[in-house]
Each structure stands twice: as C-alpha cells, then as structure tokens.
C-alpha cells in the first residue's frame, strides 16, 4: 500500500456550474487527522464512501440521477431538497462487525458517510421530485418544466 495519496484520481469537474462537491486534498489518506492515538484509524474517516458515483443525464421530460450504492438499503440513503434547488442524496455504509477470532487478509469496501449535491437548474420541477431504489441503483427523477414559447403582442403604431 503506498503511504502516498493519489488526489488525481477523482471524477469531479471543478468548471461543473451544476456540483457543489468540495474537493478534500486529505480525501482517501490512510491517516487519521483528529487521533493521534493510532496510526491507522480508520473510524473517524469522515468520506470513506463519499466518491459515491452518479451519473446525471438530462431527457426532455426531466433530469435523472442514478447512483450506484450497492450494499445500501433505502432506508440507508436520504435524498433532500436544500434551499429549493440543491439536489442533496447521502447516506451511512456502516462497518461490518469484527469478531476477536477474525482474521483479516484484505479490506478494500469502503464504508461511512457520503454526501452529493446538485445545482438544480431553473427548469426543473422541484415539488415533482421522485426516488426509487432497485438492486443498489438510486434513481432520482425530477420533472422538468415545459419552456414557454415567447409571445409576441403586435403593437399598433399611431399617428
């Protein structure tokens, strides 16, 4: 394991006007910041699974997110609207139970917390907003409005 992070590896677009994803330059680093007690801690490891991945595509009916979550039940995930227009989806991996008799070969699924959000654009339906979840698959569908034509009103010209 390489006590070096790769900050390179991460999918976030920093010129995307729609994501409000920080960038943690600790993100994925094996030392534990707030504890010095142990070298590797990873209990407080505050985005072990924030590198949750979701696609966003836009039909013309609505903008549809889809976030893989495997392992996650429904119950396990919030999808929320702040401030009227950020789309927030989040939830809790928790870890598995260690048993004293375990003995461990290899940890490689992440688990803890995870936040993603969303700059809604203006056309889209925020009172409209529905989330299913089938085999690990978050789908969230948010209407869009229809764009109005722009009317044009003939003016009579006096004089």
């Known amino acids: 394991?390489?006590?070096?992070?790769?900050?390179?590896?991460?999918?976030t677009n920093i010129f995307d006007p729609f994501s409000l994803d920080v960038w943690d330059p600790f993100h994925g680093f094996p030392f534990n910041r707030n504890n010095n007690s142990s070298l590797f801690n990873f209990n407080d490891?505050?985005?072990?699974?924030s590198n949750a991945r979701i696609d966003w595509k836009e039909t013309p009916?609505?903008?549809?997110?889809?976030?893989d979550l495997p392992g996650l039940k429904k119950e396990e995930v919030k999808v929320e609207l702040e401030e009227g227009r950020v789309l927030q989806i989040s939830g809790e991996r928790?870890?598995?139970?260690?048993?004293?008799?375990d003995k461990w070969h290899r940890v490689e699924r992440s688990?803890?917390?995870?936040?993603?959000?969303?700059?809604?654009?203006e056309n889209a339906k925020v009172d409209e907003v529905k989330a299913a979840m089938e085999n690990g698959v978050l789908t969230v569908t948010v209407p869009k409005e229809?764009?109005?034509?722009?009317?044009?009103?003939a003016i009579d010209i006096s004089g």
């Open 111 to 121: 688990s803890g917390k995870f936040v993603r959000r969303f700059r809604l654009p």
């Open 1 to 11: 394991m390489s006590l070096i992070p790769n900050i390179f590896d991460q999918q």
């Open 94 to 101: 928790s870890r598995e139970v260690e048993d004293r008799n």
């Open 45 to 49: 490891t505050p985005s072990a699974f």
């Open 61 to 67: 009916e609505a903008h549809v997110f889809k976030a």
């Open 146 to 153: 229809e764009v109005k034509a722009a009317q044009v009103k």
